[in-house]
């Protein structure tokens, strides 16, 4: 059963209860025990791997040097014969057959490393991969008690503090009105801001001599002179 | 970043694009971060971390609080409005209707900040949009 089935089985059971657990703390360290083991696998087969893949370079090194030699020694049996000295290429020859025999052992010793490779290449990967899936569903489990952890500890604390959960509708009415009222301070303030322009302007006019203009002592003292 | 990293960085921080925030750490079972939002006091977030993710959670009401016969058509208005509603979803714990927003266990604290406030606006809009199908 998969693990997202198990929480839904365990909801449907009646653990749906803020705090209780849906996967037994004992199915939680299996789990965790199947992951340890996992990577213990996955370590083991790298090292077997790394082991197998220095074996197959020093064969394929061995194959071709052997490969090599018989050719040269090929080669020095051709002039022996080619000097006459029959009993000579003979001996080459004897050395060709025994060059021969290691040449195909360390082939069928390269095939077996190969194919040893391969698997262990394999091995590795769906290792890699079932431990991403535990992983995965261990985190599952791992959140939903967590989150129901959370949810007991929220609603103990309030329990605690007296202070009581709002409903919802309460709490959209006060940040609404708190809104409300930030809107209204708003508007005041702008209002207040477009007096003072108003008054700004009227003051700019006034010290231009524009619109009504308050008599000033200079200007009372200017009059009288002209009298 | 842990609870206690989060809950410092919040309290150094003294506002943020004009919020100010007030935050609480619950003891418990698991360590809960309640995040309070200026403006949006009456809904705190509550932050909690998992091995995965840093989770970011809202209470929105209480099957209580639903109107019964309405239940199956907020529900499905949920599920319609789950995607339009930017990084929060919705979901239900026990009895208790929430929103929420996970996010990558190694996110920035940037990130969280900002997961908080749109979790914060996103609590009123969406109780705003459900408030015929609640008491």
Redesign the interface.
């Known amino acids: 059963m998969s693990i997202l089935n198990k929480i839904l089985t365990a909801f449907r059971g009646g653990a749906r209860e803020v705090g209780e657990a849906i996967v037994d703390a004992n199915g939680t360290r299996i789990f965790e025990q199947e992951i340890h083991d996992s990577r213990e696998h996955l370590k083991k087969a790298k090292h077997d791997l790394t082991d197998v893949m220095a074996k197959q370079m020093q064969t394929t090194r061995e194959v071709n040097r052997l490969k090599e030699s018989v050719s040269e020694h090929e080669g020095y049996a051709t002039q022996a014969l080619n000097k006459g000295d029959e009993s000579l290429a003979l001996e080459i020859a004897e050395k060709i057959a025994s060059l021969d025999v290691d040449l195909s052992q360390q082939d069928s010793a390269l095939t077996t490393y190969s194919g040893h490779v391969e698997r262990l290449k394999e091995l590795v990967r769906k290792t890699e991969r079932q431990i991403k899936d535990y992983e995965r569903q261990l985190s599952m489990v791992k959140t939903t008690e967590s989150v129901q952890k959370a949810t007991a500890a929220i609603t103990d604390n309030f329990a605690g503090s007296n202070s009581k959960l709002l409903g919802a509708k309460e709490s959209l009415e006060r940040i609404q009105k708190k809104q409300q009222d930030f809107d209204d301070r708003l508007k005041a303030a702008e209002q207040l801001q477009d007096e003072t322009v108003d008054k700004s302007l009227e003051e700019k006019m006034q010290a231009a001599g524009i619109g009504e203009t308050k008599d000033t002592a200079a200007s009372i003292l200017e009059r009288l002179k002209k009298k | 970043m842990n609870t206690q990293d989060i809950a410092i960085r919040f309290s150094e921080l003294n506002s943020y694009q004009g919020f100010s925030f007030d935050c609480q750490l ?5 360590e ?1 971060l ?1 995040i309070v939002v200026s ?5 705190p977030v ?1 932050i ?1 971390i ?4 840093i ?1 970011c ?1 809202s ?4 099957e209580d ?1 639903v109107v019964q016969d309405k239940r199956g058509a907020m529900m499905e208005l949920m599920l319609e409005i789950n995607i339009p509603m930017p990084l929060s979803s919705f979901s239900k ?2 009895d ?1 209707y929430v929103i929420f927003g996970a996010l990558m266990a190694n996110s920035s604290f940037e990130d969280v900040v900002h997961e908080v406030i749109t979790l914060a606006e996103n609590s ?1 809009e969406a ?2 949009a ?2 015929d199908y ?2």
């Open positions: 619950i003891p418990g079972d698991t809960v309640q403006d949006y006091e009456e809904i509550y909690s998992t091995e995965t993710q989770l959670i209470y929105l009401w209480s609080e714990i026990g208790k009123v109780i705003s459900m408030t609640l008491k």
